[in-house]
């Protein structure tokens, strides 16, 4: 079925100021992809034209990613020609996505060549490779991405396998035909490539849904049984949670690599789900991987069917605006961990040490004493990428963390008041679910959400939402917590989901103690907590822990020292490297080893165990 856009009035009128919408012959991609273990992938495309000036445009504004984060700096090779005749192009000297040139009288269909030229160790290994066909692929700027129909082939490296939702047409030798979509659905269905492939089917209830893994060894495709239930059972819980589904089949791309594995992109019909070679074996890999794939499986719903209007776009060159990003991201990152606990994927102990993570991390994030968190989804073209010192004080992509306590604050409202009967599967059937059908776009405003939640229980929600979202807020939305029966509480055991961060960015986490995050290897300053003492005694981003009172740096000497500061009088000596001078810091704490954890608030009843019983079972 051909995605179909269901807009507002509003709507609709901006889009027909920015936009033509034309019938179009098809454009043909072919895209060759048998040297992608080297980075390098080639594109040919056949665009029907007419004389005079053209403009292609290179798509820019990647759904998912809500950022103008096109690789343009990655095509390279480009040129065109017309029956053999080579046609001279020229960049916008402004938008530097889009290329001019003049068509020739009697030329009707225009050739394109160029190379894309992924960075090492972002879309491919040496054993596999993503294909988002947004990279490989120019269109007639001015023209709605729905409006623009494309028959693309693809041919992989000899003996790699291939997963994609894109529908084939056939397959002969290595090469794929597939059949013709839109280029909004060509871009919505990437493909995975690689020379170790295996596939899990995930139902038997006769709609598709698999899990479609390549990795960089045979040993990475192993699954344990339990693994591969949890899974099946995530299919379900999410059905019982939402109540339809709006797609045809649905496929996990998940890509197993420590050099180019990594990714997390949502579609309609499959997500691309990227992690470490032991993303499968790993404990706390795991457990960090069904917290992924709840994420982007959410996002089916929650993103692609149901879309804040900013985000809706018609093409892939109107910006995407990101106010209700705490609803896109914030919603879909609760349901990424109420969905694993559900499925059985994680313990009960599990959803609570993430919640109790990200309550902390919130609470202790200083940048929320200058900035409210709809700030964070403003800013989106930036926060993504933001850099990594200075982060507490700058704040990052808090409408995923903040976005997630926010729910579970109405999750537990919802429960209270109703005295159990309802709860935030409620409004999610409302908003997410309805008739299930292929994929389909709806978007939203702020006042939609509000008053679906007022659909579900009456109450102030736009006051509960404004005061949460909208203004500096000093504190973090704990009330999820402390409604639901828990408290937060910090101890000087560690807590799981910080172990996950620590063990992934190869860092140490001491931001509840001395209010620094460094890095494992060497003792450098990653970020500091402007209200903690490690700042106040002088310590800033970039510097390099040498010593720890008077031995020579090591993790073992500095969770020692920070342990022993509970029974000892005198503060913490550093001696730290700022460029080329060494100076000593005397870090005045003693409060031992913090790390955050829920505990159990016998006066309340346990809600937070509530809303992680599954529903499918
Ligand atoms: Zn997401």
């Known amino acids: 079925m051909k995605p179909i856009r269901i807009l507002s009035i509003a709507v609709i009128l901006f889009f027909i100021n920015v ?8 454009m043909t991609l072919n895209v060759d992809a048998t040297e992608a273990a080297r980075n390098i992938i080639h594109s040919r495309l056949r665009i029907p034209v007419k004389p005079g000036p053209l403009t292609l445009f290179y798509p820019k504004w990647i759904p998912g990613e809500h950022s103008p984060t096109g690789p343009i700096n990655d095509l390279v090779g480009l040129k065109l020609s ?23 009288a009697g030329v009707d269909v225009l050739d394109v060549t160029f190379d894309d030229v992924s960075q090492p160790e972002t879309t491919a290994s040496a054993k596999l490779a993503r294909i988002k066909w947004n990279r490989l692929l120019v269109y007639t700027q001015g023209i709605n991405s729905d409006a623009i ?19 084939i047409a056939s397959e002969n030798k290595g090469e794929l035909q597939f059949k013709q979509v839109t280029l909004t659905e060509l871009v919505d269905s990437p493909a995975i490539i690689g020379a170790n492939f295996r596939v899990f089917p995930l139902s038997s209830t006769g709609m598709t849904h698999e899990l479609d893994i390549v990795a960089d ?46 990714e997390g992109l949502e579609h309609h019909e499959s997500s691309e789900d990227g992690a470490g070679e032991k993303a499968l074996s790993d404990e706390l890999e795991l457990l960090d991987f069904a917290e992924l794939m709840g994420h982007e499986y959410a996002h089916s719903w929650n993103g692609k069917y149901r879309r804040p209007a900013g985000l809706a776009t018609p093409d892939f060159e ?60 403003v800013a989106v073209q930036f926060t993504y990428p933001s850099p990594r010192a200075w982060m507490n004080y700058r704040r990052r992509v808090d409408y995923y963390h903040e976005g997630s306590l926010i729910w579970l604050d109405a999750d537990v409202l919802i429960r209270t008041r109703s005295n159990g009967k309802l709860s935030l599967d409620d409004f999610c059937r409302k908003f997410h679910g309805g008739q299930g059908s292929g994929p389909v776009l709806k978007p ?3 006042d939609d959400v509000v008053n679906t939640l007022n659909e579900v229980t009456p109450y102030d929600w736009r006051s ?21 029966g828990w408290k937060l509480v910090y101890t000087d055991k560690p807590n799981t989901e910080v172990r996950i961060a620590d063990h992934s960015r190869k860092s140490i986490d001491l931001s509840y103690s001395l209010g620094v995050l460094l890095k494992e290897e060497d003792g450098t300053v990653m970020d500091v907590n402007p209200n903690g003492p490690a700042f106040k005694a002088g ?55 913090r790390y955050p954890h829920l505990e159990r608030d016998n006066t309340k009843p346990d809600v937070l165990g509530e809303v992680i019983k599954s529903r499918a079972r």
């Open 82 to 104: 017309a029956g053999g005749k080579s046609i001279a192009w020229r960049r916008d000297e402004v938008e530097m996505f889009a290329f001019h040139c003049d068509i020739p």
């Open 318 to 377: 109107q910006p995407m605006r990101g106010d209700l990003l705490w609803v896109y991201e914030g919603l879909t990152q609760y349901l990424g961990q109420v969905l694993p606990a559900r499925s059985g994927l994680w313990s009960p102990e599990d959803f609570r040490e993430a919640m109790a993570a990200v309550a902390a991390e919130m609470e202790n994030q200083s940048g929320r004493e200058w900035r409210p968190l709809v700030d964070t989804a």
């Open 464 to 484: 509960f939402l404004n005061a949460r979202v909208n203004v500096v807020a000093p504190h973090a939305p704990l009330g999820g917590i402390t409604n639901g």
């Open 217 to 262: 060894t045979p040993a990475a495709l192993e699954m344990k049984p339990e693994t591969l239930t949890g899974y099946r059972r995530l299919i379900d819980e999410a059905y019982a949670l939402f109540g339809a589904r709006h797609y045809r089949s649905y496929k996990f791309l998940v890509t197993l690599s420590d050099h180019g594995g990594s």
């Open 19 to 26: 936009t033509l919408t034309v019938a179009q012959s098809p």
């Open 539 to 593: 310590v800033a981003p970039g510097m390099k822990i040498l010593s720890i009172n008077g031995r020579t740096w090591s993790t073992d000497v500095l969770h020692e020292a920070v342990a022993s500061s509970k029974t000892s009088t005198t503060p913490i000596e550093f001696v730290v490297e700022n460029g080329s001078f060494n100076e000593t810091y005397k870090v005045n704490y003693h409060g031992g080893e």
């Open 444 to 446: 939203y405003t702020f």
């Open 149 to 167: 129909n494309v028959k693309t082939s693809l041919k992989l490296p000899a003996g790699w396998r291939f997963a994609s939702a894109l529908p």
